[in-house]
């Protein structure tokens, strides 16, 4: 191996790890220390090798009389090491782990933690956590306890990932720790420390990671989750701030006989939550104070319309409007969906979206590349409405005259991307839409800035969807089932694949086409099944769904970070496997990809799980078919981090704090309000909060 070799090899180490470190979420050595354990082993019991019981979890430290690899009868190689302590000697054992016989030296004084055994008569370790004490601290009296970092104390134990342990991530937070400790500055006004009695920040960073005891762990915690919600929420109260000096922006006349005209066009009359969220956002468009507002609704409550509706007030205002979607799939369906609507009231609907694919509605496509792909500004004579992906955040998209920002699935989309687009116009009005049902104390918190419109019914003659959960013996009886529904009602169904890690992984796409294989060759050879995944190529998904939605095939096999709004009315059965690893919310989600037409359909929960709380908390999937409703019973069986869960994001938005600890969100609210207005008095704080702006969280 030359030099060179050596370089490159350690560059692929180095690369090797952080790749695993992004899927903990974790880039910076602040996001090391902001890695919180989730639990801690206790091995705070010292004892002296004589005084060991069986039984009991301990620490015990002493010289390393010798250690071996020997093999057993049946060819496996186990360690095996003598350590003795001024009492007595332990045997210890260790499981095919031959390196130890290197990083564990003859003579070195050790401390090792774990379960001590009979085995015979004897007293002795398996497996145990070990760790070479130097001989500083060799001779260890309690106060040299802190010095530790897996055994002997209290060890915090993290979520981990392939090829990440515990231990390791240990010694990168404690090397961390002792390098840059005296740059954890405390940065909350004092008086809210002393109010409320809390750790100063370093030593709760400290604490959360090595505590002295559990009740510094709580400490820690408690301290440390204020401050989550704490900065989360001055941040959007700065940005409410901020709002409110981006004035003026237009009013807008509402024309309200052409409005309805428009509605009544509709093949089907608005709901009544449909209508009040419209006259809320015509409200506000009708204001020169710009329109912040959110608009929430379950998957199928039919936000797009009520979006098309403020976009016709734009345009019969003579203002153009843009909506970005985070996906093309649902950029093309709302551009369908749109021009649809708006074409026939001599609306210039375009689409721009990541794969060159340009459209305006009545343009020749040479013609609408040459609008949508030029240096120029998009002139209002050309266009009126532009959807897209975030292709439209491009330097090269400049719009005559913006008036109205459209965000869809906005929890996709950064702070900066909503920016961005905003500035595209002069204070242009902004909706942003989600089918994230998020409960009200926590919408309050985290997007305190925002008026909210809740569309908080289904379309009527929508049915609803059966749900039933399908125990592992009866899963042959419900393909069987599935079959005939196919072949009877001539529908079509989705089947749903679990995700194996947080973030779509090749590992998941490669279990999903293995199951994908099984299904087609094993479980349903005589009908036509494609498969989905996030990995595709945006023009091959496009092209999959046209297939689905042509009735060329009867069963998509998706993973489910596959497409959240796709409409495909013809579906009426979906199966979402090892549905126990989702929240309800998000099952709920994926179930709305059915119903959406008016036959009767159906969501079959699969799952292995034999735990008695995970099959109480997908049964409630059968009774409760609101999501808002469901995302709150989420919250009481298993806290916050779970119902907003993984899916969309890849990680968990909340590091620490609990959107379920309503006092604590009362207390953030009141310290917060307290403090807003001389927040100039505090720079680190102010500091602080510019880097919560910038990362934005948001609940899933
Ligand atoms: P969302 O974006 O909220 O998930 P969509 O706007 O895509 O929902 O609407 C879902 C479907 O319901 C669309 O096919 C739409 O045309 C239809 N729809 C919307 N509003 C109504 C209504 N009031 N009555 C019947 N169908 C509706
Ligand atoms: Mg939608």
Redesign the pocket.
């Known amino acids: 191996m030359n030099l060179k070799d050596k370089i490159s090899n350690a560059e692929r180490i180095l690369k090797m790890y952080w790749s695993r470190l992004e899927k903990l979420g974790i880039y910076t050595f602040e996001d090391f220390l902001f890695h919180i354990p989730f639990r801690y082993e206790d091995y705070s019991l010292i004892s002296k090798i004589s005084r060991v019981q069986p039984g009991e979890t301990v620490t015990i430290q002493g010289e390393v009389l010798e250690i071996k690899t020997q093999y057993t009868k049946r060819g496996k190689r186990i360690q095996r090491a003598k350590i003795q302590d001024d009492t007595a000697v332990l045997d210890v054992i260790w499981f095919n782990q031959p390196y130890l016989t290197r990083t564990i030296p003859q003579n070195s004084n050790i401390s090792l933690s774990g379960k001590a055994e009979l085995n015979g008569q004897k007293i002795i370790m398996q497996s145990p956590e070990y760790e070479i004490l130097t001989p500083n601290n060799a001779e260890q009296n309690a106060e040299q306890r802190g010095k530790t970092i897996h055994t002997g104390r209290l060890v915090p134990i993290y979520p981990e990932t392939h090829g990440i342990s515990s231990k390791w991530l240990r010694r990168q937070v404690h090397r961390i720790l002792t390098e840059h400790k005296n740059k954890l500055d405390e940065y909350l006004p004092y008086s809210i420390i002393e109010k409320n009695n809390f750790l100063e920040f370093k030593e709760a960073i400290e604490q959360i990671h090595f505590p002295k005891s559990i009740e510094y762990a709580l400490k820690a915690r408690q301290r440390l989750s204020f401050d989550e919600l704490f900065l989360l929420h001055l941040a959007s109260l700065s940005r409410k701030n901020q709002w409110k000096q981006s004035f003026p922006g237009f009013a807008f006349s509402v024309y309200e006989d052409k409005a309805k005209d428009f509605v009544n066009k509709?093949p089907?009359?608005?709901?009544i939550s449909?209508k009040r969220a419209t006259e809320e956002i015509l409200n506000d468009l009708a204001s020169d104070k710009p329109m912040n507002r959110l608009l929430e609704?379950?998957?199928?409550?039919?936000?797009?319309?009520?979006s098309a509706i403020a976009m016709y007030v734009a345009f019969l205002n003579g203002f153009q409007s843009t909506l970005m979607a985070p996906t093309e799939i649902l950029a093309n369906q709302h551009y369908n969906?749109i021009s649809n609507l708006l074409a026939p009231f001599g609306v210039k609907v375009g689409l721009k979206t990541g794969s060159s694919k340009y459209r305006v509605s009545s343009i020749k496509k040479k013609k609408a590349k040459n609008i949508l792909n030029t240096k120029y500004i998009i002139h209002n004579t050309d266009l009126d409405i532009l959807i897209g992906t975030h292709a439209i955040l491009s330097e090269k998209v400049k719009f005559d005259k913006l008036g109205l920002v459209i965000i869809?699935e906005q929890q996709r989309f950064g702070v900066e991307q909503r920016s961005i687009i905003r500035q595209k116009g002069k204070n242009p009005h902004l909706l942003t839409?989600t089918?994230t049902p998020i409960p009200r104390t926590v919408a309050l918190t985290i997007y305190g800035d925002l008026d909210l419109s809740y569309?908080d019914e289904m379309?009527?003659?929508?049915k609803k969807i059966k749900t039933w959960l399908v125990p592992t013996e009866k899963r042959g009886a419900a393909y069987k089932w599935i079959e005939t529904q196919i072949k009877q009602t001539d529908s079509q169904a989705f089947i749903i694949c679990p995700f194996i890690e947080e973030s779509e992984s090749m590992n998941t796409v490669k279990a999903a086409k293995k199951e994908y294989e099984r299904l087609k060759k094993e479980v349903f050879p005589h009908l036509r099944l494609g498969m989905l995944h996030g990995k595709m190529k945006a023009k091959e998904k496009e092209e999959m769904l046209t297939t689905f939605r042509d009735k060329k095939m009867d069963i998509l096999v998706a993973t489910p970070v596959v497409e959240v709004?796709i409409?495909i009315?013809n579906s009426t059965i979906i199966i979402i496997e090892a549905s126990e690893r989702f929240g309800l919310a998000q099952l709920h989600q994926l179930r709305?990809r059915v119903g959406?037409g008016d036959k009767q359909s159906y969501c079959l929960l699969f799952t292995q799980s034999e735990s008695e709380l995970a099959k109480k908390r997908l049964k409630s999937m059968e009774t409760v078919h609101n999501g808002a409703a469901l995302a709150e019973l989420d919250l009481q069986l298993r806290g916050a981090g779970d119902v907003y869960g993984t899916l969309q994001h890849g990680k968990k938005q909340l590091k620490i704090a609990s959107f379920s600890d309503f006092n604590l969100l009362e207390k953030v609210k009141k310290e917060a309000k307290n403090i807003f207005p001389e927040l100039e008095k505090h720079p680190l704080l102010l500091e602080k909060l510019q880097s919560v702006s910038i990362k934005q969280v948001s609940p899933d």
């Open positions: 509709f089907f009359t608005l709901t449909q609704g379950d998957v199928g409550s039919g936000k797009t319309v009520v969906t869809d839409m089918a569309l379309p009527i003659g929508r709004g409409d009315p709305g959406r």
